[in-house]
């Protein structure tokens, strides 16, 4: 069965500072690697996600994630954070043989002035 | 614009009575999902619908249903029999439902029960 742990409930970051948020997951094959974004009261949207090929993925504002098959990880980063990026972030998972996404409990980033 | 609209954005339900969330997509997606988001919880899947006329059960289905009779409606109800349906509750489509489809999500209903 697959599942996704984001181990940082919160995470606070000075803006223009760098940002790593983890998400380690187990799978049984090949796993599709996804990071979604939630404003406040509003839905989810996709950052970027990742099936195969190259391991560092580029997505929307300016994040980018790496896939490191040997650690289970896929690590969601920014260089260079910005007020308007404070949301909850949510990592998934699917699997071949799989419907549907398994959604890590989420990270929420705040940032400070 | 193409896109999900949930509503209402607010709902009010008094305990034991059935109350039915609205999700609407004008983007010809196939599949059509419904998420329960609880404080620290993440997403929980409660039903699914890949093709109309057909649906599956998602993680979290006791005391919920759903209808797919069109392609651009997926309404969730929520039923007496929900234990603590108070939550955030989110509707989302994919254009085939296929595992790597990006899946496109609406703003949202707010559930409380009184």
């Known amino acids: 069965a697959q599942s996704v742990t984001q181990p940082d409930i919160h995470i606070t970051v000075s803006e223009g500072a760098s940002l790593e948020l983890r998400c380690n997951y187990s799978y049984g094959a090949t796993p599709y690697l996804f990071w979604y974004v939630q404003s406040p009261g509003q839905g989810l949207q996709l950052l970027l996600k990742y099936f195969s090929g190259d391991t560092l993925v580029q997505g929307i504002k300016g994040f980018e994630a790496e896939f490191k098959r040997s650690q289970s990880s896929f690590n969601l980063r920014k260089p260079s954070v910005h007020w308007s990026d404070a949301a909850e972030y949510f990592c998934a998972v699917g699997e071949v043989g799989y419907s549907t996404l398994t959604f890590g409990k989420g990270t929420m980033l705040l940032v400070s002035p | ?114």
């Open chain 2, 1 to 114: 614009d193409g896109g999900i609209t949930q509503s209402p954005k607010y709902l009010f339900r008094k305990e034991g009575q059935n109350v039915t969330l609205s999700c609407e997509q004008n983007l010809n997606h196939d599949a059509m999902y419904w998420y329960r988001q609880d404080p620290g919880q993440g997403l929980r899947l409660i039903y699914y619908s890949q093709i109309v006329n057909d649906f599956q059960k998602g993680d979290i289905a006791e005391g919920y249903s759903v209808s797919r009779e069109k392609k651009e409606s997926f309404p969730l109800t929520v039923t007496s029999a929900q234990k603590n349906p108070t939550a955030f509750y989110l509707c989302a489509s994919s254009r085939t439902g296929g595992i790597t489809d990006t899946q496109y999500f609406g703003p949202g209903t707010r559930l409380t029960v009184l």
